[in-house]
Each structure stands twice: as C-alpha cells, then as structure tokens.
C-alpha cells in the first residue's frame, strides 16, 4: 500500500534466550554474545533474533486514510461530471451537425448552468483578447508534466525541462519503441517517495505554538466569521470553496486538526478580512481592528514555513489573501512581494495550464485561484511599470465561467447582474496587451505609425470590453447607484477602466510629436484618442465622490487611480491651458490634492506623501500656466489660492521639499490669451464611513466593549513597515515645455 512507508518501520525483537538452551529446556541469562550454561559447558551459543514490525501510529495512519478518501471521493466526483459532460457535449455536436453539416461546433463541456431563456438579467458576452498563436497549444504536442504526490502537494515541469521528454513519447519518436511505458511512468512513481519539498533543517522548523499571536475564537465564532466572509468578499474575489473550507473549519475544531502552513495562512487570512469588514460596517468596535491585525501577523508567521515546504493550492490562495489584505493598506511593499510569490507558486504547481478536466468545480476553482493572481500581476505591472511575473505567451488557463453554478464571482448591483469576476480577468488581460504594445523597451524601435496602430488596437480592446458590460454599469463619467456593499468592487472596476484608459494620452502626445517634428504636421486620428483618454480620466475623478462611503482602507486600495488621472489632465492644461475644459479640469486636479491631503494626514510618513508633493507641485504649475493665460480669470475661487502658500504642509510628514521637484520654474511666462468656460469647485471632504449595508448582515458592536481603553484604536492601526514610493505617476514630454526629471525614489 502506497504511503505506509512513512508510518511504519521494521524493528529487531531480540531472543531472550539463545538456541542451545531453548533446545535443552534450561534457564538461560541471555547474555551476550554466550550466556552462562552455554560458557561452562563450551557449547555453542547463538540468538534468534526476529524482525518484528512496528506498529503503526494510530493518529498518523487514520489521517493518511482521511486524506486519501478525500481524494478519492474528489476524483470520483470529478470523473462522474466530466462523464456527463462529455456525453451532453456529444449529443449537442451531433444534433448541430445533423442540422449544419458545414458548421464547426465546440464541445460544451464548460462548467457552466444551462441558461435560463426567461432570465432578463442575463451577462452580456464579450470575445476573450486574441491572444497569439500558439498560445494554446494542443494536448499531444504538450511536452509539460505536472507530478501529483500522496499528500496533494505538486509539481510542474515545462517543455524546456529535460524531464519533459518523459511525458510524451509520441513526439521523441519513441512510441513504437519497446520498453518505452516503464520510463515514461517513471516521474509518476517517483514522486511517491519524493515528498517534494518536505526536507527542512530541523532548526528551521516552527511549531504550532509559534504561529499564534492571535487565538482563534472558538468555533462558533469562527463559523460566523467565515459565512461572512464567503457573502461579502469572497462573493466578488472568489479565493477559496465554500463548502470545501467549511470542512476544513469543523477539522480545525476535531481531535485532528490539520497543522500544515497553507491551512493556518488561509484560515487567519479570512478571518482578517471579515474582522475587517466588521471595523468598517461598525466603527466604533475597535477591537475588531486589532483582532484583523492579529489574525494577519498569525498568518506571516507561517509564510517562510509555506515557502520552505508547500507546493499545493491552499498555499497559493493563503499567498494572495494576504496580498490582497494588504493591497488597502499605506505600503504597497507585501502587496507586490506577495503577489509575485502566489504567482511563482501557482506556475510552479501547474495552475498556469489548463488542467484537462475542465468540467469539474476544482478545475474551475484552479482557474479562478490563477487568475486572482493574473489580475494581482497585471494591475501591479500597468500601475508601477515594472515586467510581469506571468508571460501572455506561456499560459493557456481558460477564463473563469461565464454562468458558474455556485454563483461566485457574480454581483447584483442595482438590479443589474454582472460577472464582475469575469470582466476582472478580462480587463487584466487587456492591461496586459497595452503593456506590451506601448510600455516594453520593443516599442521604441517601432516607427510611429506602427505605434499609432497599436495605440488604436488597445483602444478597441477596451471599447469593446466597456460594450459587454450592462448599460446602467458602465464606467462613464455621471455614474450613479443605489448603495450596496458590492459597489465597492465596481468602482475600483471603473477606476482600472478609466485609468488604464486615460494612460494612452502620454503615448498619444509623445508619438504627435515625433510625426510633428518628422512631417512638420499633426495625425488626425490621434485627435480623437487624446480627447477620449482625457474624458477617462475625468470620469475617474467624478468618482471620488463615492470613495468616503467605503472606509479608509478602500481609499488606500485606489488612492493610485486619482493620482494618475489628475496628471493627463494637468499636463492638457500646461500645453493648452486655453481649451475649453481647462477651468474644470483644474478645479479636479485640486480636488485630488485635496483627497491625498486628507489621507496623507490620516497615516504620515508613506508614499502618499511622496505622491502628495508632486501632484501639489503639478496642480500649481497648471494653475499658473491657467491664470497667465487669460488674467481676467484671476478672481475665479479655482485659482485664487496664494502661488506660495497653497502648497500643503508636509513638514511633519517627513518630506524633503528639496527633493520635490518644482514644475512651475520649467514653464514659459506667456501662454496665450483667451476666456475660459466657467467651472465650479467641488471641495473633497473626509466624511465618516457609513454604517452597515442593507443587503449585508454584520453583527452590531458589543456594548461591553471599552472604548476609553482603546480609542487609538479608532481610526485603522496601520503603519509604515518601510519608506516606499512605488506608485508615483510618470510624466511625459509636454510641447514646448521641458519638464525636468523627479528625483523618484527606488522601490
């Protein structure tokens, strides 16, 4: 049986007495190597020895046994729904192909719910990015191995590794070859006694006991949590399965609890997030705050632990929940480290390839596990500009289910019904094809019109993404809605949209410019895609009106969006501070000050202050840039603010003014003269968060809580772990300005 040898061993029963006096029937002493009779009369004296077989530990064997059930109730389950989605999948292809001989069909094997013809709500279909060819190659040229061992720990080889040419014999050539089947199956058996990665020096190693900082409530407790954890966040980012989780919650309350790295990094993860949630729907229990902060540290103190040992999906998910708690906190830093990590993680375990049993739910629960690291990938990439950790020519992992059955990743918003999980993926896929075809070092030697057309490539791909979502909740710039816990979610959707969008217009006028300076002329079809960019950048803005309903931490999640929205629209502004919108848009980049003031003040010392001083220093330039083209405006509210005393203070932010540098001293002293379209002033506000949402349950804060003893807890107790600035937007050429370089901080 496989496995046992791990949970038994042969030992060596010793004789009590030697042959010769077992013999004779008389008393031995059992000495050795003669006993005493055998010594006195010189006879020979020998032990029979026996090996005798341990037996086995009764906690580790019945564990082995319940892993192993599992499994095979997994398999079983899975084989079951693949059989009869093969067969539906059949039976459609031939009725097609009895009605349309000459029409191709695909195999509906997807894990999907049948549609329902009355449904009205039903998701719009938009077609998947076209990826590359190759991208997807087919099952018998796939030179890959993935190794499955005993304890659901695994590991993926691709074609470049030279274990790969045991996978497929057919393309070596060697499938008539005899004696081909013994090594072909020889990774496969050998990854039973390999335990990939369960060698660790033993002083590396940690125990339970120093994983806790935080106890875990009791059961009850624990159980509520996680219901609400799987209703609110886990709804719209589906990381883990209910049902499958909740198993794993009553095992951690057994006889039997599972005590491996993956499991604890989970659990405490979302217990921290629904702790979290808590503190926002009631402000006033603020040990919910201290409760999420020490679930969290439960969690890092298992992570070396994940890294050393785990190679399963549990540790993947443990990895990207904490990326993802992390990703509303002041330091960007263990978003970043831990979402490479998932990342390299999920490759290295084989969730970057479609698995071919696509129409089972742990199938489609390895996709959508890969993709909440896909998306983490992608926004990190197109918001700080660094290269990706996945490549968009080595993966082949379909999107997740457009019609899940269990319903996940499926929002209702104001009676709508989208697959915002699915949009998600979507526009990651999409941010990355604007990465790659205008931000890779590859495209500055690409001609102009090359990089105009790619330009115009990744406008339709975003178009046509906006198109597939309902009406009622597309980004556009008057975007309205009825509250609801979820609108969070698709707020921070619009401002990706926007902002990825409105991230054109620099590519825009760096390539105007080049045919300008080439042609001595301008492109007509840049025109449009500028004027459309800045109208995205101006919804993003719009939007900041909603950002005080959500809590401090879900304006630490999209506080890069404004930063960035506010630059194509200053920038307009410093070209062509004569235009039409200029008086609205500076009254919006003010606003955006004013935002990263507010925040900044609420937790010092962080890369917001950083980014505060150099949108400050751009909204000033444009300000002046404004006022000394057209002087008759100069009572206007938006640009009566003192040019030296409007800068915000950030002395007790630890700030060098020095290293701030100062646009206006780069801008010319006469801009033109016209009259500008009168605008109005909307002043930001830091209102208090609103209490619980209608359409989600949170417990009322307990009235025994003694919140004198704890008011510094009141506000969310994040801190600054290290200096960091890795979120700055960056400027480009403006004509006719030079703008000098800012001393950007390395991150």
Request: with cysteine; net charge neutral; proline share 6%.
């Amino acid at each position: 049986m496989k496995g046992t040898q791990s949970s038994t061993a042969n030992v060596i029963r010793r004789a009590k007495a030697c042959n010769t006096c077992r013999r004779k029937k008389v008393k031995c002493d059992g000495r050795r190597p003669i006993c005493s009779p055998c010594h006195a009369f010189n006879l020979s004296c020998g032990y029979q020895d026996v090996m005798d077989s341990r037996k086995r530990d009764s906690r580790t064997y019945v564990e082995e046994l319940e892993k192993r059930i599992e499994r095979m109730q997994e398999q079983l389950e899975s084989m079951t729904r693949s059989g009869i989605g093969i067969q539906r999948g059949v039976e459609n292809t031939r009725r097609s192909r009895s009605s349309s001989p000459g029409q191709s069909v695909e195999s509906t094997t997807d894990y999907r719910e049948p549609e329902d013809p009355a449904d009205g709500d039903n998701i719009p279909r938009m077609p998947q990015v076209p990826p590359d060819k190759g991208l997807h190659p087919s099952a018998e040229n796939d030179q890959s191995i993935v190794i499955d061992s005993q304890d659901g720990k695994m590991r993926y080889f691709g074609a470049s590794s030279a274990f790969s040419a045991l996978t497929n014999a057919k393309v070596n050539g060697l499938e008539t070859q005899p004696h081909t089947g013994n090594w072909r199956h020889a990774a496969q058996r050998s990854a039973h006694p390999w335990q990939l990665s369960n060698w660790i020096p033993h002083v590396l190693q940690d125990g339970l006991e120093r994983r806790i900082f935080e106890p875990l409530p009791c059961k009850d407790t624990t159980v509520q949590l996680a219901r609400e954890y799987f209703a609110t966040f886990n709804q719209a980012i589906p990381l883990f399965e209910e049902a499958s989780f909740m198993r794993s919650v009553d095992r951690q309350y057994s006889w039997n609890p599972d005590d491996s790295a993956s499991w604890w990094i989970s659990l405490n993860v979302a217990l921290a997030i629904s702790y979290r949630e808590r503190a926002h729907a009631s402000p006033g229990a603020s040990d919910n705050w201290k409760r999420s902060l020490g679930h969290v540290k439960n969690a890092l103190n298992a992570v070396v632990d994940v890294f050393l040992r785990n190679t399963d999906i549990a540790a993947v998910q443990g990895l990207l929940g904490l990326a993802l708690y992390f990703q509303g906190t002041p330091n960007p830093q263990a978003l970043f480290m831990f979402a490479a990590a998932a990342m390299r993680l999920a490759q290295s375990i084989g969730l970057h390839r479609e698995n071919a049993s696509g129409a089972s739910p742990e199938a489609e629960q390895r996709r959508r596990v890969y993709w909440i690291a896909f998306i983490l990938d992608s926004d990190i990439s197109i918001r700080v500009g660094r290269p990706p950790v996945q490549d968009i020519e080595d993966y082949d992992t379909h999107l997740p289910t457009e019609n899940p059955p269990d319903g996940r990743g499926v929002l209702t918003i104001d009676g709508t019904r989208i697959n915002y999980f699915r949009l998600l993926a979507q526009l990651a896929q999409i941010q990355r094809l604007v990465i790659r075809q205008l931000y890779t070092v590859t495209v500055r030697q690409k001609s102009s019109d090359d990089v105009i057309e790619r330009i115009k490539s990744c406008e339709d791909a975003l178009l046509s993404w906006k198109k597939s979502i309902h009406s009622k909740l597309q980004p556009q710039r008057t975007f309205s809605c009825k509250p609801s816990y979820f609108l969070q979610h698709v707020l921070r959707l619009h401002f990706a949209y926007n902002c990825c969008y409105s991230n054109l217009y620099q590519v825009c006028v760096f390539q105007a410019n080049a045919i300008e300076r080439s042609r001595q002329g301008t492109d007509e079809n840049i025109a449009p895609i500028v004027s459309r960019s800045l109208d995205a950048a101006r919804s993003a803005l719009a939007l900041l009106s909603h950002v005080h309903s959500f809590g401090s931490t879900y304006k630490w999640n999209i506080i890069y969006f404004p930063a960035a929205a506010c630059v194509p629209l200053a920038l307009r502004i410093l070209a062509h501070p004569t235009h039409s919108d200029a008086g609205d848009d500076l009254s919006m980049v003010q606003n955006v000050v004013r935002f990263l003031t507010s925040t900044s003040s609420e937790e010092p010392n962080t890369y917001v202050d950083f980014i505060l001083g150099m949108c400050s220093d751009l909204e000033r330039s444009a300000r002046r840039a404004f006022m000394t083209a057209q002087p008759a405006r100069h009572h206007h509210p938006a640009t009566m603010q003192n040019n030296e005393n409007d800068r915000p203070s950030r002395s007790g932010h630890g700030i060098n003014q020095n290293t701030v540098p100062n646009f206006s001293d780069a801008l010319p002293t006469s801009l033109g003269s016209t009259s500008a379209a009168n605008m109005g002033s909307t002043h930001f506000t830091n209102m208090v968060p609103q209490g619980p949402y209608s359409d989600i349950g949170f417990p009322e804060s307990s009235n025994e809580v003694d919140l004198s003893a704890n008011w510094q807890w009141s506000l969310p107790p994040f801190w600054n772990w290290q200096d960091l600035a890795s979120v700055a937007p960056l400027f480009s050429v403006v004509p006719g300005v030079d703008v000098p370089e800012a001393n950007m901080p390395d991150t």
